[in-house]
């Protein structure tokens, strides 16, 4: 590969990654999608700008290590723990379920049965990324269903690197698979524990050394040549690169500089991930798509329904509401970035055909761009649901006897990281209230403290009506969810139309939307942070505090 061809090759691809992007955004799809589309276009069966892919390849392959790093880096057991008994049991039973179901669906085409597992397995996982970015952009990363979704997410991310982990012993047939496993297990144990004594013996300290220069260059240097060496230690143990960024990543997880070499990190690693979806859409062979177009179109239908029905039901076997249920599964439905990573591997090991190969990839991008629009239609879907009463909740679990003495009290809906606050401060000034929650965890550690609290969804009829909203004073909406929230006020409104409202929201839209329902107070916390700061910004430039809280205050208004 000459020099020229190189550098042509690279500005090409990143510049079809920018223009698919910025049109992915605009689209309001995944980046990922933007990339895979850009890739096809400038590909060896398009416009054939870059004819030959291998000369990006190696670069996507670093692209693999450091996407895997970051994600070790940025793996929460903490945020696993909040649910864990759905997010553990749940995401394994998704995992073996879609597992099951694909193999079932792979009869479609003509596999072999490791080209059936490997099917299987690569559909079982789902979108971190670009999941992610869409709860992020809804704001509902605090929702109960999107911590659902993250715990499960960060399970099915540990998962890949097993899947990838036994994927070379699979080459085997017959008798030779079971000691082939063994083997790589053996091989996996030895690497684990020479991770462990590097992670806890040797890394801290050298980070520790480079953190004391307070030097950008060196953590970024530092993290770099911790995940490709990790990459490069894993690979001469006869395992995947990707594995070994992903164990360094792991363990690193638990130190105190996480957070700052992953921002470091950051860009590095959305420059390398893009050049690797670019080069993945090159591989797309539109002419086989269409040919197959029939049968593939059946086989998306297929997935996407089957993940959506396993992991809805799951959900709800947790004892969690039906919209819950719902956004959960509708989450969950597209197949992920690292179903690449597992399609290629089982190419070059021999694993999968170039049909099963193609199948798969053509399979991923299909669900990439159809997940957003299929949870959009769910929370359509899910404001229908929360208007019918769907609960029994049971009699110890009411507040009646605690209304019938202190009417005019207050209802709090959620308590998570807000409503905790504001429930702390209810309780310190000694004031009725009465906290509606859906997560078991926060409504176990209410009780403990002796708050009264009723476990349901504040957007429920029946909830609001045990709550005692006819008599209550005042509807504190803590939750992020919008669909929950205009129910709410919509049910509080005609059960109590003098009732005061106060409702956070994350954007003008919802803002407008709310005050025409009626809402009292609306409260943006990214507003209310920047009117906050800017407030002690004029202080410390000279402001007498009355004045600059005035100067806020006629902004804020």
Known sequence: MDEFGLISSLAIALGAALVGDFVARGLK????????????????????????????????????????????VRFSFKEMARVRKVAIWGGLGQIFL????????????DFSLTERLVFGITISFSSTMAVLAMLSDRGELDTLHG???????????????????????LKGSGESIIPGIFFAILQGGLFIILVLILGTKIIPRVFKGIASKVSRELMVIGGAALCFGGAFLA?????????????FGLVFSQSDFTHQLLGEMTPLRDIFSALFFVSMGMLIDLFWVWENLPVLILIVVLVLALKFL???LLVRLFRYQRTTALLSGAGIVSVGEFSFVLAELGRNTGLISPQAYMTVISLTTLSLIL????????????????????????EEETACSFISRAPGHV????????????????????YQFLVVELDPLQIGELREK???????????????????????SLLLLAIPDPISARQAISWAKKFNPEIKIVARAHSDYETSFLKEMGVSVIVQPEAEASFEMARHSLIFLGFPEGEATRIVNSIRD
């Open 29 to 72: 799809q995944s980046p990922i999608v933007g990339h895979l589309i850009a890739g096809v276009i400038i590909g060896p069966f398009v416009l054939k700008l870059i004819s030959q892919p291998e000369e990006i390849r190696v670069l996507a392959s670093m692209g693999v290590v450091v996407l895997l790093f970051t994600l070790g």
């Open 98 to 109: 879609s597992l099951v179901a694909g193999v079932g669906i792979s009869y479609l085409f």
């Open 147 to 169: 911590r659902i979704l993250i715990g499960v997410l960060l399970l099915q991310d540990l998962a890949v690197t097993f899947a990838m982990f036994l994927f070379p012993a």
């Open 235 to 247: 690979f001469r143990f006869g395992l995947s690169a990707a594995i070994g960024a992903f164990a």
């Open 310 to 312: 396993i992991f809805s």
């Open 371 to 394: 997940s957003p629009l299929i949870y959009d239609f769910t929370s359509s879907l899910a404001r229908k649901f929360s208007r019918a009463p769907e609960l029994e909740i049971p």
């Open 411 to 430: 209802v709090l809906g959620g308590c998570g990281r807000v409503g905790r606050s504001i429930a702390q401060l209810l309780s310190s000034l000694k």
């Open 450 to 472: 002796g708050i009264p609290v009723i476990f349901g969804d504040v957007g429920n009829r029946e909830v609001l009506k045990r709550a005692g909203i006819g008599c209550a």
